[in-house]
């Protein structure tokens, strides 16, 4: 994200939308916040993604980047004549637990006072997240079909990145969506570069090593299972996207 707003000069959609004097207003306005442009819209929840709809944010040409994970209510922001894109970075599933609870620790007391282990079987810990949100099953039990669903929409959708390949994955988004620093280059790809260093260093697990088969991994994987089968096809696509671009034009991994 801090590329594309800090860096490349996008104008988001995202949480900040609700936080500005123009959240009520019934026209899309941009705003800056930390030297980022966004609107004045919301997508990070239902209620923001149906006002969006209602004062036509996509048709106001006015956003670049629309961030989300709520995969089914903002396709209704779309129409045949304003369409959109997909893309998405997916982080290990296990990995991507243990970093949620090592920062949920430090804003929820009760979380705080929970081991990895009693997180991983507590009502706090999230269940298959990326099944659920590319799926639309974000209540109630996740089946096979759910997983099936997900992996569609990520084979047909969707221009799939990896957390542990970032900066081939940037590159294949830049080449995809024509993204380019054309304004100060220079400046430009000095602070992709730095962001990119940024990036490893905040979502690094600051506590305990997890390693597999110990019980940290056993209990997160356990609510993580469809996710970690999401997550191997999404490896797999991410090797055969590579036939989207001109050989040579993006790294293989």
């Not at 006002?51 to 961030?67: C, E, H, T, W």
């Not at 994970?69 to 296990?94: C, E, K, W």
């Not at 697990?205 to 940290?216: S, V």
Request: proline share 3%.
């Amino acid at each position: 994200r801090d590329i594309l707003g800090m860096c490349l000069g996008a104008t988001l959609a995202a949480e900040q939308g609700s936080q500005n004097a123009y959240s009520t207003d019934q026209n899309v306005e941009i705003f800056k916040q930390d030297d980022v442009k966004y609107v004045n819209v919301d997508t990070t929840y239902v209620g923001g993604i149906e006002r969006g709809k209602k004062i036509n944010l996509v048709a106001s040409g006015l956003v670049d980047i629309i961030i989300s994970p709520y995969v089914a209510p903002i396709s209704d922001l779309f129409t045949p004549m304003n369409r959109g894109r997909m893309f998405t970075i997916v982080r290990h599933p296990i990995f991507r637990a243990a970093a949620q609870y090592e920062h949920l620790k430090t804003v929820d007391r009760d979380i705080a006072q929970m081991t990895m282990v009693q997180y991983a079987s507590s009502k706090k810990i999230e269940n298959n997240w990326m099944t659920r949100f590319l799926s639309n099953k974000l209540t109630g039990e996740v089946t096979s079909e759910h997983l099936v669903f997900a992996k569609e929409v990520l084979r047909t959708k969707c221009l799939v990145g990896l957390f542990d390949n970032m900066w081939a994955s940037l590159k294949r988004f830049e080449e995809y969506y024509g993204w380019q620093y054309v304004t100060d280059p220079g400046n430009q790809y000095q602070c992709r570069k730095q962001a990119l260093v940024d990036n490893v260093d905040r979502y690094q697990i600051k506590g305990k090593e997890i390693k597999e088969g110990d019980n940290e991994w056993t209990m997160l994987l356990w609510q993580n299972k469809f996710d970690m089968k999401l997550f191997h096809y999404a490896q797999q696509l991410f090797k055969e996207q590579v036939s989207l671009f001109p050989e040579g034009k993006v790294p293989l991994q």
